[in-house]
């Protein structure tokens, strides 16, 4: 490919592309949890993590130097009915290689080092998924063209952050000193994630009913379905991390409480969760025998995936049942499948260029099969 046309085709480089800084790190923490011990995974989840990482810090470069030369393209991103929603993905990355840091980096930095890093990319992935958790829902509602058939699971992508920063803030209660501020951030982590749940339903619901009313796009925008299993899976992961350390933070009644929580709220919304991967599989399976073509939205077959793993983990855990535990293993070798997948037929795409081009300005319209043909009576 020519030098001019890779310039010309990076330029569109989006936010969506963090989106594989969130599905790599995925892998690393679901593996560190996982409630089985398998030899050999303790090494490769580092490796993915120090991956991640890397893969995080090229990826801020160049989207700060895509601001910087490609300005006008760079702004037009968030005006974006499809695009836009993408931008809640980099303080994702940023809470998942920070949660990284503390489950796996420290054996590779020290938990001191591990800890005060976590802490960095904790307080700029919560504030930046605050802000998009507002930001472009406000757009939606002031400027985006929202047809009938519009919504799709990117919707998720701005108001699922603080989910991600509820689960991942959890682990940091242990690091903090006992008193007013462990007790504020127990709670904080809480309050997020209501945030996110709330909006997280009312957006599953809406996804929903434009399946049942108008049917699949039929076209790469297909793998978003995967993205509903986000803030399920992440929010049964917050409420087991968050039960777990409750007792440290508030008086041991109220923490009981809190992991009863864990379970009744954990194994009923886990329920849901199966049958939308059921769903999904089916959609995604379908398409992809009538050419589904590659594309970045592929990724989303691995975060939500990785929080199904994380959150069946927490549920082994405050149940103490087999089946969790079998449960757990089974979704992270699903998860290691399409991880592998994509990540292969990324950088396969990235090497060719086919992969950058300007993201679609128009509405993706939906549509169903044409009825089946019925006998004569």
């Not at 149940?319 to 499948?337: D, E, K, N, Q």
């Amino acid at each position: 490919m020519a030098t001019t046309e890779r310039h010309r085709l990076l330029s569109y480089l989006g936010p969506n592309w963090f989106a594989s800084v969130m599905g790599t790190g995925i892998v690393a923490t679901a593996g560190a949890t996982l409630p089985l011990r398998v030899p050999g995974l303790r090494a490769f989840a580092e490796a993915v993590w120090v991956a991640a990482t890397v893969w995080l810090v090229i990826l801020i470069v160049a989207a700060a130097a895509h601001w910087v030369r490609n300005p006008t393209v760079a702004r037009s991103h968030a005006y974006n009915p499809q695009m836009g929603h993408f931008y809640g993905a980099a303080p994702m990355a940023l809470l998942t290689v920070g949660a990284g840091a503390v489950l796996v980096g420290r054996d590779l930095i020290g938990m001191r080092a591990a800890v005060d890093l976590d802490w960095v990319l904790w307080t700029v992935g919560t504030l930046g998924g605050l802000f998009t958790a507002m930001s472009i829902p406000y757009l939606m509602f002031t400027q985006y063209r929202v047809e009938a058939d519009a919504a799709f699971g990117g919707w998720l992508m701005p108001v699922v952050p603080p989910m991600v920063s509820a689960a991942t803030g959890a682990l940091l209660i242990p690091h903090m000193a006992p008193g007013t501020g462990r007790q504020t951030m127990l709670y904080g982590c809480y309050a997020m994630f209501g945030l996110s749940l709330v909006a997280s339903l009312i957006i599953i619901t809406m996804v929903w009913s434009r399946l049942a009313h108008f049917g699949t796009s039929g076209t790469a925008r297909v793998p978003t379905l995967w993205i509903v299993l986000g803030p399920l899976g992440q929010s049964i992961t917050a409420a087991g991390l968050l039960g777990t350390n409750a007792t440290l933070a508030v008086d041991q009644d109220l923490a009981d409480g809190m992991g009863v929580f864990a379970i009744l709220y954990g194994v009923p919304v886990w329920g849901f969760a199966v049958l939308w991967i059921s769903l999904a599989t089916a959609l995604t399976v379908r398409t992809a025998r009538r050419g589904m073509p590659f594309a970045l939205t592929w990724w989303s077959l691995t975060f939500p995936v990785g929080t199904f793993v994380t959150g069946t983990t927490q549920l082994a855990i405050h149940t103490g049942l087999p089946a969790f535990r079998v449960a757990a293993a089974i979704a992270y070798v699903g998860l290691l499948s399409t991880w592998c997948l994509v990540a292969i037929r990324t950088f396969r795409g990235g090497l060719r260029g086919n992969i950058f081009a300007p993201p679609p300005t128009g509405p993706i319209k939906a549509h169903k099969d044409p009825p089946a043909a019925t006998p004569a009576s």
